[in-house]
């Protein structure tokens, strides 16, 4: 239903303006009603605009005029029905699309650039400046294509944006019911004739590229035939040698100018605006002073590549010579940072040129005085001169392209002469070595400074090496001593690893040493480091310090050795394992390794099993209760004694069994024994003190309970004063008999 109620409401819209536009007809004047009377009914109506009402301008001549007209007719028609306060603003974009249209109908009428045919080129000869200037307008032609071919591709990417903003705007005008509709037709209307005229631009363009790319062929072709055809004449290279050794002199010369004028920058001081025009106009000269080098070295190089290019020629079979590639690899690369200088002139003479026109705009509105008149008229002047060297600027790239053309050349006839395989394996050489040397200068860029010492990435990369080396030295040293001390059992591997210790800490203390002096360090210079590590020291260094020196304590006074058996103050107790620089690691019995500072062992009381001598007493206490035979016990004991595997019994370590007190609860005996710490053992869980004690107690105990030695218990007498108010036994026992008798209902 609301379909048909929207058909209806467009029909009674329609009908309406259809009258009103009759009954404003009769208002114009007789000439331009009698004039669209007559026009041809078109795809256009302003005030119903189609999606494809533009096409009536895209098609010939005669429906291009017409469409205009219409166009134009309509437009005037639609505005003079508006208020008169509104028809100001629409006037305006009425002349707006009206220049669009003229513009539009002078691009249609403009002729499309015509293809030229070939060159009928003939075999004559070609001298060596014949041959300079095929090559110069091939060049010019191929960079004058380059550009036109960029310039094209941007009026394309143009193209399809302004596409993609008329279709929105048609999309937002057909979806428009409002009163907007004939303002966004009007919109509309001028960014579509735009999009055409871009159209009619983007077809101009191509055409001119087409006809760019054939004269461009045909330059190409010529400059070939003439490479085929060109005769070398003696003169020729006698010119290209008298104009390298005038060059050079101009060159040398050049060079002097242009430090004389670079050292006289620095001599301007002062920030006023006299005063830096002044440097400003030192600078401009510099520039133009080395515009005018690059230029002469542009051209040395071209004479020396032409001269080169000029033998190749006369002798074609003869191999390259070590010396001529390298010339062109030389060329190459200096030819390159050439280009580079030269991109950097244009952007320097433009902030030159900005500085001078922002000084000018500053001194315009400031006070007239003597100074500011001086520095506006050398402004102004460095506007001139900065436009001069716009001009001047442009003379070098014509030329470092023409070099970097011949040096393609030259390659090209070395990849010819060598062939494909050997031609790949010269580029995959020359390519590693312009790496190596690329790699070579990156790794020699100062990163920060020691002292007056630039440090480079190459330093720090040598230093690591040497560093590595040192150690790598000190780990096999190292390893050899330990492989032939192990062959000596003389030695004992407590020096043996000392010794490792020691030599390790020297090897790498000298291989720093000469790690920083392979990157120029100068000890002597870097003092403040020493009083920078000093006061570390003194702050947060001086534990590790501490412990560090300790260490050397350690190992030079042999208090202790790896393999000795040690009890700390803090009760850690286990076997020597490693002695580092900042701490010792000590196993315990049940297999735990324990770091300990190297401080503890020499601040604290150490106890060590086996400092000199590892034989060693034990004291095993053990109690029997009272009553039993000593001489019974001593004889159980004893036999106990040599029953365990660490007994020592000789002339000097004899056990023994002494009677220590008569205790509370029974005799008290000690068992005194000597053991030999480090031995090869049956049971290694029994290496610590507690371990051999275990192993005596479990060997006395058994001899006792097989011979019936009682264990004593705790034994206590008490004495009871007063019981139930009985004094003595008699008079509890009669109570509680009194107690037993009497029946239980009365208890």
């Known amino acids: ?54 096409k009536s301008f895209a098609g010939t001549t005669p429906t291009f005029d017409e469409a205009n007209q219409q166009l134009r007719q309509q437009i005037t028609l639609w505005i003079r029905k508006q ?48 041959w300079q200037q095929l090559l110069h307008n091939h060049h010019a032609l191929t960079v004058s294509m380059n550009e036109l071919s960029k310039e094209v591709s941007q009026q394309a990417q143009g193209q399809e944006l302004l596409t993609q903003q008329v279709d929105s705007l048609t999309a937002r005008y057909l979806a428009e019911e409002s009163s907007q509709r004939l303002t966004l037709a009007l919109e509309l209307i001028e960014k579509r004739i735009a999009w055409l005229i871009s159209q009619e631009s983007l077809r101009l363009e191509k055409a001119q590229l087409a006809a760019m790319q054939a004269r461009t062929a045909s330059a190409e072709q010529a400059f070939k035939l003439a490479q085929v055809n060109l005769t070398i004449q003696p003169i020729d290279l006698q010119k290209l040698e008298q104009e390298k ?32 025009a002044k440097r400003n106009e030192a600078r401009l000269a510099a520039l133009e002073e080395q515009i005018n080098l690059t230029d002469l070295e542009a051209k040395h190089a071209w004479a020396l590549l032409g001269g ?88 070098p790239q014509q030329q470092l392209e023409d070099n970097l053309t011949l040096i393609s050349l030259l390659q090209e006839q070395i990849r010819q002469h060598d062939g494909r395989v050997k031609s790949a394996f010269k580029n995959l050489d020359a390519t590693l070595e312009h790496a190596w040397q690329t790699t070579g200068e990156w790794l020699n860029i100062s990163l920060f400074k020691m002292g007056e010492t630039p440090v480079t990435t190459a330093g720090i990369i ?44 020297l090897i790498m203390l000298i291989g720093i040493m000469i790690a920083l002096s392979s990157i120029g360090l100068d000890f002597s210079s870097v003092a403040w480091i020493a009083g920078a590590l000093s006061v570390g020291i003194g702050f947060g260094l001086q534990s590790i310090v501490n412990n560090f020196v300790s260490g050397l304590i350690i190992m030079f006074e042999r208090s202790l050795k790896v393999g000795d058996f040690l009890e700390l103050q803090s009760g850690v107790s286990g076997t020597v394992t490693q002695i580092n620089m900042r701490s010792t690691i000590i196993r315990t019995p049940d297999n735990l390794e324990i770091v300990v500072p190297n401080s503890e062992f020499i601040s604290g009381r150490v106890v060590n099993w086996t400092l000199t001598d590892n034989d060693r007493r034990l004291r095993i206490p053990f109690n029997v209760e009272y009553g039993t035979d000593k001489e019974q016990v001593v004889r159980l004991v004893m036999q106990a004694a040599r029953k365990v595997p660490y007994t020592l019994e000789d002339e000097t ?59 004593p218990f705790p034994q206590r007498d008490y004495y009871i004063r007063s019981i139930l108010g009985q004094d003595s036994l008699e008079g509890f026992v009669k109570v509680l008999n009194a107690v037993k008798s009497a029946p239980a209902h009365s208890v």
Do not use: C
Not at 1 to 15: D, G
Not at 326 to 336: A, G, K, M, S, T
Not at 686 to 691: T, V
């Open 653 to 711: 370590h004899e056990p023994q069994v002494w009677m220590t007190n008569m205790g509370d609860n029974g005799l008290e005996f000690e068992l005194l024994v000597w053991v030999r710490q480090g031995i090869d053992i049956e049971v290694r869980r029994a290496d610590s003190r507690q371990g051999l004690r275990a192993a005596y107690l479990w060997e006395i105990e058994s001899a006792f309970r097989e011979d019936g030695v009682g264990m």
């Open 245 to 276: 050794a005038a060059l050079e002199k101009a060159i040398e010369k050049a060079n002097l100018n242009l430090r004389d004028k670079q050292a006289l920058i620095p001599t301007i001081v002062g920030d006023d605006t006299l005063m830096r």
């Open 308 to 395: 080169l290019y000029l033998q190749r020629h006369a002798q074609p079979l003869d191999d390259w010579s070590t010396d001529q590639r390298r010339l062109i690899q030389q060329q190459d690369d200096r030819l390159n940072q050439l280009m580079q200088q030269y991109q950097e002139f244009r952007p320097t003479i433009e902030r030159y040129r900005e500085q001078a026109q922002t000084a000018l705009l500053t001194l315009e509105t400031s006070e007239s005085d003597r100074i500011n008149q001086q520095s506006k008229r050398l402004n102004q002047q460095l506007l001139v001169v900065a436009n001069r060297l716009m001009t001047l600027q442009q003379n």
């Open 83 to 130: 208020a008169p306060e509104q028809q100001a603003a629409l006037e305006d974009k009425q002349e707006a699309i009206h220049h669009a249209l003229d513009t539009l109908k002078r691009m249609r009428a403009q002729a499309s650039a015509t293809v030229p045919e070939s060159l009928a080129l003939d075999n004559k000869e070609y001298q060596w400046s014949d």
């Open 462 to 505: 040598r230093v690591f090496i040497i560093i590595m080396m040192a150690w790598w030295f000190s780990f096999w040293l190292r390893k050899g001593l330990t492989s032939l001390t192990t062959r000596n059992q003389k030695i004992a591997d407590a020096t043996v690893y000392t010794i490792n210790r020691i030599l390790h800490y």
């Open 1 to 54: 239903m609301s379909i048909w109620l929207l058909l209806l409401l467009s029909l009674l819209t329609l009908s309406s303006s259809v009258q009103a536009n009759n009954l404003l007809l009769p208002s114009l004047n007789k000439s331009k009603a009698d004039a669209s009377e007559n026009l041809p009914l078109l795809n256009i109506d302003i005030t119903q605009l189609k999606a494809d009402w533009w």
